[in-house]
């Protein structure tokens, strides 16, 4: 009897034991959770486009953790040199709930996002247009953690346009 009894203590102790560090550990990773925000910004061109980023926009956004900015960027008719021509800017034209932020009101640099979602993988490639070259991959990818390309087209496997996977938007994104 005494035997069971000391085993019982012991698994009683061992047992209490686990539980208080099963706690703390909650308790801790509560904490972290509580103090942690990421910053997210989403860098449209087209809002006829917006559709493809439009639904990981609502989920960041409903995030406690996250903080999110939609932040239209300008971009550029090419005249038949290349060179960039005409701007265009649609901040104006995308859906009343969704609340957009200037371009020239949000300092990349001073802020530093976490992540930076766009659905324009040409940069300087597009033989047609151009977002405005401060916005192309390798230069938002020095003033934020990860750059992280949404298309806003599907290809199939078998299609013959697999050209787009060489496109900056694919190469030097961290996440497609």
């Not at 203590?9 to 801790?28: C, G, M, P, V």
């Not at 939609?70 to 060179?83: C, E």
């Not at 993988?121 to 990860?146: A, W």
């Amino acid at each position: 009897h005494v035997y069971e009894s000391c085993i019982n203590d012991i698994i009683k102790s061992i047992s209490d034991k686990n539980k208080n560090y099963y706690n703390n550990i909650d308790k801790l990773r509560d904490l972290i959770n509580k103090d942690i925000t990421y910053e997210i910004v989403f860098m449209p061109y087209k809002a006829s486009m917006w559709d493809s980023m439009e639904s990981v926009w609502e989920a960041a956004s409903h995030d406690k953790n996250c903080i999110c900015s939609v932040i239209p960027i300008p971009y550029y008719d090419r005249d038949s040199g290349g060179n960039l021509a005409k701007m265009h800017y649609e901040g104006d034209m995308f859906p009343e709930n969704v609340p957009i932020v200037n371009y020239r009101e949000y300092d990349l640099n001073i802020n530093r996002p976490d992540v930076i979602y766009i659905h324009n993988p040409y940069d300087e490639y597009n033989l047609i247009s151009s977002v405005s070259p401060e916005f192309y991959v390798p230069e938002l990818k020095k003033k934020c953690e990860k750059v992280v390309y949404i298309p806003y087209f599907i290809i199939n496997d078998d299609d013959t346009n697999s050209h787009f996977i060489l496109n900056p938007g694919c190469v030097y994104t961290d996440i497609v």
